[in-house]
């Protein structure tokens, strides 16, 4: 499992969005947060689980942020003006028996 959530909040703008355009058609978008909610920092965790880090297309994004997504929701901005909002720690700090931010 590589950490990917998203929001209930932010899917519920995103369909807001969509159901708000003036121009139909069918598009497929993936929603997700911009941080997992590993710990481990991401290309970390991918070696980790598959034994090698394959071809990073946007290293910059995980130079800024080591516990990156490792999928993008790019053409939901781009389409919908879609961003997801918060972070897993401010999301879950401290409760009980969810992956904190400090967990392994």
Known sequence: MLGSYVRPEDVAQAVRLALSRSRWGFQRILLCA?????????????????????????????????????????????ILGWRPTGRWAELVGGVPGLPQPTDG
Request: proline share 9%; hydrophobic share 40%.
């Open 34 to 78: 911009d941080d997992s909610f590993h710990a481990m920092p991401t290309l970390a965790l991918v070696e980790g689980l598959y034994g090698f880090r394959p071809e990073i297309w946007k290293p910059w994004i995980f130079e800024r942020d080591p516990q990156a997504s490792v999928y993008d929701n790019a053409a939901a901005n781009e």
